[in-house]
């Protein structure tokens, strides 16, 4: 079996989990019960734009939002954080709420790079902060704890560009560190169901 239909079979299973727990979390809402709760996001410990480490002790106690995107991305992920800044906006006041954008592209995304990022969308310092570090850990992180898709393809041809493949998923966790949402980060509707999500998990 290639590389790609490994990827592509990882991407599929993934996609399936985020969607499953989407469409739980719908049946949830029409209940009017609480938020699911999912799993507990593992401890971590990356980089962040400022160069120090970052990580999930930092985000203890916090409503935090994740996505995974890389910086010379310049398809969904232009999307993706137009929509983070509509996010930061509604709790640009609110210090409960950070918001974590996690690269998959470390060898490229240095601290550097992302400083430079992040200005293109008015990333507020303590309240969204970008993240780099250990391409393993990241990709283990974001299969395994977000259970979302990450991957970096090769090439096939000489000189090829490497691509990235990553969910468009927005990942809402609690102050306990547990999911409780999967949302469609191109998707203003579902991102305004995210940002009334932030506000009831505020509330528990």
Known sequence: MSQWHRFAGLVAALTVIAALAGAFAHFWQQRGSALPVYWTVPAFQLIA???KPFGSRDLKGKVWVAEFFFASCAGICLDMNRNMARVQK????NPDVVLVSITVDPKTDTPEILREYRKNFGAIEGKWVF????KKA???LARHGFKVAAAEVKPQEEGGATDFIHSDRFVLVDRQGRIRGYYNGTDKQQVQKLIADIHQLLRE
């Open 90 to 93: 509604a709790f640009a006041d």
């Open 138 to 140: 990241i990709y283990r």
């Open 131 to 134: 993240l780099t570090g250990d």
């Open 49 to 51: 734009h400022d160069g």
